[in-house]
C-alpha cells in the first residue's frame, strides 16, 4: 500500500483521538472489515468449495489497502456533533468501515468498464480472474471468465455493503439511524448516477467544463467526501445548518480533492504518482482540465487533442505534446487555481457549529486533499 | 408479458385472497414497484436530466411482467402462520416486492454475462442502451456503450433492492424483521455464489450430475423459493419447525421448477414457451439433463454432444441430433421421474403446522411449478 499524504494526514488526524488503538481509524476499519469478509468467506465456502477463487478475490479487493477516506469522513461527521466517548461511536464505525465494501465494489466494477489492469498496484479482480482461468487449464478465453467473476464479485460485495451497514446502522442511536440510512441510500445512487454520466461523457465527442463539474460532483464530492460526512452526522443528530456546513465543505474539498487527482495522473511524478505518466491521457480519461483545454484551444490545437486523447498507442513524445498544449492553453492554471478557490471555500465552511477538535481536522484533511503530490 | 401456466395458477391462488385487489398479489407487487422506481426515476432527473436513458431502461427492467414468482412465495410464507387481515401485511408485501428490484438486477447482469438479447419477449438491457448509443449517433463501439449502462443499472437496481426493502422491514413486527433481514441477505449471498458456480461449470470441460444439482440448489430452490418463503416465515414469527417444513418443500419445489425448465429449454414447443428451440443446447446451458446424457453415453455419443453443445452455429438438424441424444441415453426420462419425485416430496413436507389456506396454496403452486407446459 502506497502511503500518501493523504494517508499520512488522515492517519495523524486519527492518531490525535482518545479511545482509538494504535494505527487510529484506518486499523479499527481494516478489523472490521476483516472480521466481515472473514465471516462470509467462511459462508461461501460452507455453500461449496469451488467458491474459493471468489471468496480469496473478494478479500484482496476489501482488505489491500486503500485511504479509507470515505470512514474517516463519516467519522468526523459523526465527531463534528459528539466527544470521542460517546456510547455509539462503535456501531458509527463500523457503518463508515462498510462504505469501503460499496467502494471495493465501484473499484471492481469500474476497472472492469473501463478495462484498467492493475489497482493499487496489484492485479484488478477481473486478472485475477482470467489468471485462475488460465492457471486451472480450462478451455475458452481467460478473459470472459475474469470479466464474469468480477461481474459477480462487485454485486456480492455491494450485497456485503448493505448487510454490513444495516446491521451496524441497528446499533446507532434508534432517532437518528433513519437519517444515516437515508444518506447511504442516496450515496448509493449518486455513485451510479455518476458513472453513468462519466461514461457518457466519454462516448459523446465534445464536452463542457460543466459537464465535467456534473460528474465530479456527484462521483467525488458527494459520493466520497459529502454523503459519508452526513452520514455521520445525521447518525450523531447534527441539526440542519450543521449539516449545511458540512454539504458545503464536502461538495468544496471533493472536488478540490479530484482535480488535483487529474492533474497528477497528467503532470504527476510517477516515481511519486505510481502511476505511469500519460496514462490518463491515454485512457482519454475526461476531465475539467481537458474541457478547459479544449475550449481555449485553436482549431489545430483542438485537433491534437482529439487525435491523442483516448489513444492507447499514444508515444511518449505524444503525451509531451498533449502536456504542452494543456499548459499553453492555459487549462493547468485554471485548474489550480480553481482547486485553491475551492480550498478556501471548504476552510471558509466550517464554523464553531462543529466541534473544535472535528474543525481542526478537517480543515487539515481539506488542506491534504488540495496539496498532496500522490 | 406472456401468461404461463404458472402466472395463471399464482393468480388464481392469489385471487383467492381476501383483501387483494383484483388481479391479486402481482398487481399489488407492481403497484409498489411502479411508485418506488418512479420516485426513484425522479430523483435520478433531478441530478441530471442525461440520466434519462438510466432512468427508463431501470423502468422497462423493472415493471415488464415477470411472474412475481418470489414476492408470492414470500407472501405464502407470510400467511402460513398469520391470517389474512394481519396488520403488517403492507409491509410484507413491500418487502416482497423488493425481491423483485433484486431480480431484475439479476437478470440485467444474466443478460450481460450470457450476451443474450433478448428477454421476455423484449429487447435486454444491454441491447436498449446500444441501440441508445446508435440512436444519437456517437462515435465508438455501441456494445461497449450497451455493456457499462448494463453494468451500472445492474448495480443500481441491487442498491435499489435493498433499500426498498430495508424500508418495509422498519413497518415489519419488530421482533421479526432481523429474521427476515437474515433471509435477504443470505439470498443475496447465495444467488451470487449460485451464478459463480454456474460460470464455472460452463468453463470447465465436463461437469457432474453433482455439480448440476449443487447450481440449482443455490441459483433455483434457494433464491427462487426457499429464501422468499422462509422470509415471509420469519417476518412473521413462524417457529423453527415450520420454517423446516417450507425450508424442504422450497428446495424440492425449486429443483422440479428448474428441471422443468431445462426439459421445456430443449423439448419445448417455441410456440408456447415463447423461446426459439435448441437456444439452450446452442448457449450450451449446463443442466443436469446434459450432466446425466454424457455419463451415460458411449464415447462416439459424447463426442457428438461436445461438440453441439454451445455451438452457436448448430445446424436444426444438429439439434434434432442432441436432443435423440439426450432421449436415447435415458437422460429425459430420468430427469422426468426427478421432477416427480420433487413434486412429491414437496407435497409431502407441508402438515398441518401451516394454516390450512397457505397450505393449499403452496400445494397448488408446486404442481404449477412441476407440470407447466410453458
Same mark, same amino acid.
Given at each position: 500500500?502506497?502511503?500518501?499524504?493523504?494517508?499520512?494526514?488522515?492517519?495523524?488526524?486519527?492518531?490525535?483521538?482518545?479511545?482509538?488503538?494504535?494505527?487510529?481509524?484506518?486499523?479499527?476499519?481494516?478489523?472490521?472489515?476483516?472480521?466481515?469478509?472473514?465471516?462470509?468467506?467462511?459462508?461461501?465456502?460452507? #455453500?461449496?468449495? +469451488?467458491?474459493?477463487?471468489?471468496?480469496?478475490?473478494?478479500?484482496?479487493?476489501?482488505?489491500?489497502?486503500?485511504?479509507?477516506?470515505?470512514?474517516?469522513?463519516?467519522?468526523?461527521?459523526?465527531?463534528?456533533?459528539?466527544?470521542?466517548?460517546?456510547?455509539?461511536?462503535?456501531?458509527?464505525?463500523?457503518?463508515?468501515?462498510?462504505?469501503?465494501?460499496?467502494?471495493?465494489?465501484?473499484?471492481?466494477?469500474?476497472?472492469?468498464?473501463?478495462?484498467?489492469?492493475?489497482?493499487?498496484?496489484?492485479?484488478?479482480?477481473?486478472?485475477?480472474?482470467?489468471?485462475? %482461468?488460465? +492457471?486451472?487449464?480450462?478451455?475458452?478465453?481467460?478473459?470472459?471468465?475474469?470479466?464474469?467473476?468480477? #461481474?459477480?464479485?462487485?454485486?456480492?460485495?455491494?450485497?456485503?455493503?448493505?448487510?454490513?451497514?444495516?446491521?451496524?446502522?441497528?446499533?446507532?442511536?434508534?432517532? %437518528?439511524?433513519?437519517?444515516?440510512?437515508?444518506?447511504?441510500?442516496?450515496?448509493?445512487?449518486?455513485?451510479?448516477?455518476?458513472?453513468?454520466?462519466?461514461?457518457?461523457?466519454?462516448?459523446?465527442?465534445?464536452?463542457?467544463?460543466?459537464?465535467?463539474?456534473?460528474?465530479?460532483?456527484?462521483?467525488?464530492?458527494?459520493?466520497?467526501?459529502?454523503?459519508?460526512?452526513?452520514?455521520?452526522?445525521?447518525?450523531?443528530?447534527?441539526?440542519?445548518?450543521?449539516?449545511?456546513?458540512?454539504?458545503?465543505?464536502?461538495?468544496?474539498?471533493?472536488?478540490?480533492?479530484?482535480?488535483?487527482?487529474?492533474?497528477?495522473?497528467?503532470?504527476?511524478?510517477?516515481?511519486?504518482?505510481?502511476?505511469?505518466?500519460?496514462? +490518463?491521457?491515454?485512457?482519454?480519461?475526461?476531465?475539467?482540465?481537458?474541457?478547459?483545454?479544449?475550449?481555449?484551444?485553436?482549431?489545430?490545437?483542438?485537433?491534437?487533442?482529439?487525435?491523442?486523447?483516448?489513444?492507447?498507442?499514444?508515444?511518449?513524445?505524444?503525451?509531451?505534446?498533449?502536456?504542452?498544449? #494543456?499548459?499553453?492553453?492555459?487549462?493547468? +492554471?485554471?485548474?489550480?487555481?480553481?482547486?485553491?478557490?475551492?480550498?478556501?471555500?471548504?476552510?471558509?465552511?466550517?464554523?464553531?457549529?462543529?466541534?473544535?477538535?472535528?474543525?481542526?481536522?478537517?480543515?487539515?484533511?481539506?488542506?491534504?486533499?488540495?496539496?498532496?503530490?500522490?
Amino acid at each position: 500500500m502506497q502511503v500518501s499524504v493523504v494517508s499520512a494526514v488522515v492517519a495523524a488526524v486519527n492518531d490525535l483521538e482518545p479511545g482509538m488503538p494504535a494505527g487510529g481509524l484506518a486499523d479499527r476499519v481494516a478489523d472490521e472489515l476483516t472480521r466481515f469478509v472473514d465471516q462470509h468467506a467462511e459462508l461461501l465456502l460452507s #455453500l461449496s468449495a +469451488d467458491l474459493r477463487p471468489l471468496a480469496e478475490v473478494a478479500r484482496a479487493a476489501v482488505l489491500d489497502g486503500g485511504k479509507r477516506l470515505r470512514p474517516t469522513f463519516a467519522y468526523w461527521g459523526w465527531r463534528s456533533v459528539l466527544p470521542a466517548d460517546e456510547p455509539g461511536t462503535d456501531a458509527l464505525l463500523r457503518a463508515a468501515a462498510s462504505l469501503e465494501l460499496l467502494q471495493a465494489c465501484a473499484l471492481v466494477h469500474d476497472d472492469l468498464l473501463d478495462a484498467s489492469d492493475t489497482r493499487r498496484g496489484q492485479p484488478a479482480a477481473h486478472v485475477r480472474f482470467g489468471a485462475h %482461468h488460465t +492457471d486451472q487449464g480450462w478451455p475458452g478465453e481467460p478473459g470472459s471468465f475474469g470479466s464474469a467473476g468480477a #461481474l459477480l464479485l462487485g454485486d456480492l460485495l455491494l450485497s456485503w455493503a448493505e448487510e454490513m451497514f444495516a446491521d451496524a446502522a441497528a446499533g446507532l442511536p434508534a432517532a %437518528h439511524a433513519p437519517g444515516a440510512r437515508r444518506e447511504f441510500d442516496l450515496m448509493r445512487t449518486e455513485v451510479v448516477a455518476g458513472q453513468f454520466l462519466d461514461v457518457l461523457a466519454q462516448r459523446r465527442g465534445d464536452y463542457s467544463a460543466d459537464e465535467a463539474v456534473a460528474v465530479i460532483r456527484l462521483k467525488t464530492s458527494k459520493y466520497t467526501v459529502a454523503r459519508p460526512l452526513l452520514l455521520g452526522a445525521a447518525a450523531a443528530g447534527g441539526d440542519q445548518r450543521l449539516r449545511a456546513e458540512l454539504a458545503a465543505y464536502g461538495h468544496a474539498v471533493g472536488e478540490a480533492f479530484q482535480l488535483r487527482d487529474d492533474l497528477l495522473g497528467v503532470f504527476g511524478d510517477p516515481a511519486e504518482t505510481g502511476k505511469p505518466a500519460g496514462d +490518463d491521457l491515454r485512457e482519454g480519461k475526461r476531465t475539467l482540465l481537458v474541457a478547459l483545454a479544449m475550449a481555449a484551444a485553436t482549431p489545430d490545437q483542438r485537433a491534437v487533442l482529439r487525435a491523442g486523447l483516448g489513444n492507447r498507442q499514444l508515444t511518449e513524445e505524444g503525451v509531451t505534446e498533449l502536456r504542452g498544449l #494543456l499548459t499553453s492553453t492555459g487549462a493547468r +492554471d485554471a485548474v489550480e487555481r480553481r482547486i485553491v478557490e475551492r480550498a478556501t471555500e471548504a476552510a471558509a465552511s466550517l464554523t464553531d457549529r462543529l466541534r473544535p477538535e472535528a474543525r481542526t481536522a478537517l480543515l487539515e484533511l481539506a488542506e491534504a486533499a488540495a496539496h498532496r503530490r500522490f
